[in-house]
């Protein structure tokens, strides 16, 4: 289930840099059976950017674009697992 949420966070922020409190706001969860903000850190899928003036934004990094196509090439073959749980 939680890759298939990681998936999901890494597609949201594909979309656009978000900012790291909007991030924090809707994916952060005291779960610790969801880490899907910690396993996408972590797997370097995403990744925090101060930018000039001190806004922190979130983007998607070059492993986390290859994350996307390797699972859309895979969803495209429908061998994909259903989306258990989807936020927006």
Excluded at 6 to 35: G, H, I, N
């Amino acid at each position: 289930m939680s890759d298939s949420l990681v998936f999901d966070l890494v597609e949201w922020v594909a979309k656009q840099e978000r900012p790291y409190s909007e991030v924090m706001e809707t994916w952060r969860t005291s779960c610790p059976r969801l880490t899907i903000w910690e396993d996408a850190i972590d797997r370097g899928l995403v990744e925090r950017r101060t930018m000039p003036g001190g806004r922190v934004v979130v983007t998607v990094t070059a492993e986390g674009r290859k994350f996307l196509a390797n699972r859309r090439r895979r969803d495209s073959r429908g061998k994909a697992e259903p989306h258990p749980m989807r936020l927006s």
